[in-house]
């Protein structure tokens, strides 16, 4: 039996030109893979890729079970 790949629950924020801040939840192995699966959400997610300012890792959480994190709408930049 192999060892299963340790995966990465992250929450990355970005600055988009025009409807300003977005958060992006995604399961990854690694920062760079997290940041890849961020960037394909969001193209999914919008009509017209956005013209992104700014990419920040704002929160990184090794999953077991019952993993997962408040996302509060209170939060400002």
């Known amino acids: 039996m192999s060892k299963q790949e340790e995966l990465f629950l992250y929450r990355v924020q970005v600055k988009e030109e025009t409807k300003g801040t977005m958060y992006i939840v995604v399961l990854a192995p690694s920062d760079e893979k997290a940041f ?3 960037e394909q959400e969001l193209e999914r997610h919008m009509i017209v890729t956005p013209k992104v300012k700014e990419w920040l890792l704002l929160e990184k959480r090794r ?13 400002t930049e």
């Open 63 to 75: 999953v077991h079970s019952g993993s997962g994190y408040v996302i509060d709408p209170t939060e």
């Open 36 to 38: 890849a699966f961020a």
